[in-house]
């Protein structure tokens, strides 16, 4: 155990779903111990403790993040679970909203405190969190839930950087815009091409495109002075092409 809790520590939420997973190979190469939550059971492998625990539920984000800390040096937290529902926007309905905002707003709230209340007591650490292209600019095709949590996910992000900054804690987001992989797959036929045609780099993103953002972000050395950011993720989506 005196060995183990040396190594740094890493909660990954979303764990199973793409972004997470490859957040938490990433981090098991650098040698970190990874705590890879989610809903759904993540893939066991050497070094990652994996824990299912739904984010909407405080106690168990909490409890999450004493056992992180309690067998690792608790360092970094990533905010990845989420979830998204395609759908028009006419069409969007109360029990969706609260669904989507119950998960990708208050989990990420969850997170952000549970992580402040244990690293504010053993010395710092970073907090990164999933953000998203629609938090800036909303969007068509998909439930406005979801547009308005990762706004909401923004606006945590900085409020948890300025009081994280007096207990040397960082909290940081990226935004991505549509990634290849699973939840970008939820669009319906065509939309998705449309979205790779009008982007100026005429593709989607990569998974491990934003898996390095969050890594950059979640490093103390090479971001050190970065705190509050909503680093974009998208090709230059914002300028139309
Ligand atoms: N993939 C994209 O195009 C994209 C773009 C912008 C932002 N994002 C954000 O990045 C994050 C990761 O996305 P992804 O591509 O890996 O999606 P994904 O669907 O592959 O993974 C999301 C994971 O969250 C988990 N999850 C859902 N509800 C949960 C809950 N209540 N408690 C715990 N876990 C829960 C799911 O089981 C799933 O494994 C999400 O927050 C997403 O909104 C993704």
């Known amino acids: 155990m005196a060995t183990e809790k040396i190594r740094p520590g890493v909660v990954v939420t979303g764990a199973a779903g793409d972004m997470g997973a490859a957040l938490c190979d990433s981090f098991l190469d650098d040698g970190f111990a990874v705590f890879g939550a989610d809903i759904a059971a993540p893939r066991g492998r050497d070094g990652l403790t994996p824990v299912v625990a739904d984010v909407t539920d405080r106690t168990a984000v909490f409890a999450l993040a004493e056992r992180a800390s309690a067998e690792s040096r608790l360092s970094v937290w990533v905010n990845c679970a989420g979830i ?6 006419a069409q969007a309905g109360t029990e969706a909203w609260s669904r989507i905002i119950a998960v990708n707003l208050t989990g990420t709230f969850h ?14 650490g970073r907090i990164v969190n999933a953000g998203s292209l629609s938090g800036h600019v909303g969007g068509t095709g998909v439930h406005p839930a979801y547009g308005a949590s990762k706004a909401g996910v923004h606006a945590l992000t900085k409020t948890y950087a300025l009081e994280g900054a007096r207990h040397g804690i960082a909290c940081n987001a990226v935004a991505p815009g ?25 593709r989607l993103g990569r998974i491990d495109e934003a898996v390095e953002a969050i890594r950059f972000l979640a490093d103390p050395v090479r971001a050190s002075y970065l705190n509050g950011v909503v680093l974009p993720v998208n090709g230059g989506a914002y300028m139309p092409s």
């Not at 998204?84 to 926007?89: C, H, L, R, Y």
């Not at 065509?190 to 780099?201: D, I, V």
Request: hydrophobic share 45%; aromatic share 4%; net charge positive.
């Open 178 to 202: 549509v990634l290849e992989g699973r939840m970008g797959g939820q669009f319906a036929d065509g939309q998705l091409e449309r979205l790779a045609r009008a982007n100026p780099m005429r």
């Open 111 to 124: 997170g952000c405190a549970a992580a402040l209340a244990v690293m504010s007591r053993t010395g710092g």
């Open 84 to 89: 998204f529902e395609a759908g028009a926007v």
